[in-house]
C-alpha cells in the first residue's frame, strides 16, 4: 500500500467517524433548528385546550402554547393531531417533537420525560355564582352532581360532610345536564370542561367554587433529549413571567393562572 493510499484511507475512516459521531450527538433540537420547523402533538377534540373553530382552523390554549413554544425554538410550528391511543407512539417514532397537554405519573416517567407546568389542570366544584359556597364543610346540605365512579365521584365524596347530597349519574353528560336544569345545586368537574360549561351558559351564571384535586399539564418529550428540555423549560419560566400563561388561563379556562404552579 502506498503512503499516498495509506493517508487516503485514514483521511476517509477519520471523515467516517466523525460524521458517526455527528449522528451520535444529532438530537430533536438539532432536527428542529435545521429544518425550521417544531412538530406538537395535540388533542384536536378537547376543547378548551384543542379543537376546531368555526374557520376551521384550530383553537385553544394548547395551540396558542404551541405557537409560543415555537416561537421560542425559533421554528414554525407543525401541529400533529394525536389521540391517548397513539399519541406515545408518535413521539417514539418522531411523528410528533413535543406533546401537549401531558398528566405526569410514574409510569409515563419511565418511558418519557416532562417539562415543568405550564397549564392548570383539576377537578373543583362549579356552582352558580349566587350559591355561597368556598370549602369543603359548605357542601353540607347542598345536592352535588358527578359521573358514578370516576375520579370527581371519589375526591368529592372523600372530603364531603355526611349531609351533602351526592347525585351520582351514569355518565359526565348525565351530570352536567342535571345541574344545568336545577337538579342539583352543585358540579363537580375538570376546569376545562368547567371553564366551557361557564362560556356556554351564562343565564346559569356557573362559577368555580374550589378545587379538588390537582394534575397539571406538561409538555412531553423522548428521554434523552436535555438540550430541547432546557429550551421547553425555559420557555415556559418565561410565558409565566411575561404573563402569557395568565392570559391563556384567562382566555381558556375562565381562571387565573395559579400563582404557586
Known sequence: ?????????????????ALAVSF???DTLDTIQKNGVVRIGVFMDYPPFGSIG????????DIEMGEYLARALKAKVEFVAITGENRMAYLATHKADLLLSVGQTPEREKVIDFSRPYAPYYLAVFGPKSLAVKTTADLAGKSV????????????????PPTADIKRFEDPNGAISAFLAGQAQLLVVGNDVGATIIARNPPVQPEQKFQLFSS?????LNKDEPRLLKEVDAAIVQAKKDGTLNTLSTKWLK???PADL
Open 1 to 17: 500500500m502506498t503512503l499516498r493510499l495509506s493517508r487516503f484511507l485514514r483521511g476517509l475512516l477519520a471523515a467516517s467517524f
Open 24 to 26: 451520535a450527538h444529532a
Open 54 to 61: 368555526p374557520d376551521m382552523k384550530p383553537q385553544g390554549y
Open 145 to 160: 352532581a358527578v359521573a358514578r365512579g370516576t375520579l370527581e365521584d371519589l375526591s368529592v365524596s372523600k372530603v364531603a
Open 216 to 220: 397539571p399539564d406538561h409538555v412531553g
Open 255 to 257: 381562571a387565573p393562572y
